[in-house]
């Protein structure tokens, strides 16, 4: 294989490459769980979240493919097994359960949260770190994609609280002052 002349040492490429490699992982193990609660959504808000959880995991999807062709522009090979996914990434696995639909956006809403985390980081440390401020760039637009994606969940059941069944708690207003 030709050797890479890009103006970044083999070490450098290898700390993006395993930052990218986590990211990769988080993506796919989000749009893992996102296509399962879209498949697995009931109740009044099931055609609002269906609608916008598919949406959500073909942009994911196409992040994914982002990630991998930058790992492989890098020089380096992606991770490609839920086994890898499940051992990089630091998202975590939602089995053995059916959350209700409000559950589901909160655990979709702290999935990408957790990843704006990481890629804050990974951002830094890619233009501090290891010099690479085009992946830094790259990984600040899957950052404004998360942020927004997480934005919209939460404006789902901002100030919402749902029971199980769909229906609204009985609230208690307190007058001011007392």
């Not at 879209?38 to 994911?60: A, C, K, T």
């Not at 992606?78 to 059916?98: D, H, N, R, W, Y």
């Amino acid at each position: 294989m030709r050797r890479l002349n890009i103006g970044l040492t083999d070490e450098q490429r290898r700390g993006v490459i395993e930052l990218l490699n986590q990211d990769l992982s988080d993506s796919y193990l989000l749009v893992v769980k996102t296509k399962k609660f879209h498949w697995d959504v009931v109740g009044p808000q099931f055609r609002s979240l269906h609608e916008i959880w598919e949406e959500q995991y073909e942009q994911l999807t196409e992040n994914i493919d982002a990630i991998a062709e930058r790992v492989r522009a890098l020089g380096g090979y992606p991770v490609g097994t839920m086994a890898e996914f499940l051992k990089v990434g630091t998202i975590k696995e939602q089995s053995g359960t059916i959350p209700t639909a409000t559950e589901m956006v909160a655990v979709l809403v702290d999935n990408h949260e957790q990843i704006i985390r990481n890629l804050r980081e990974h951002i830094d440390r890619c233009a501090d770190e290891f010099h690479d401020q085009g992946t830094a760039d790259f990984l600040t637009g899957l950052m404004e994609g998360h942020e927004e994606a997480a934005w919209m969940l939460r404006s789902f059941i901002e100030g919402q609280e749902l029971q199980p069944d769909g229906s609204q708690p009985e609230t208690r207003k307190t007058p001011v002052g007392v």
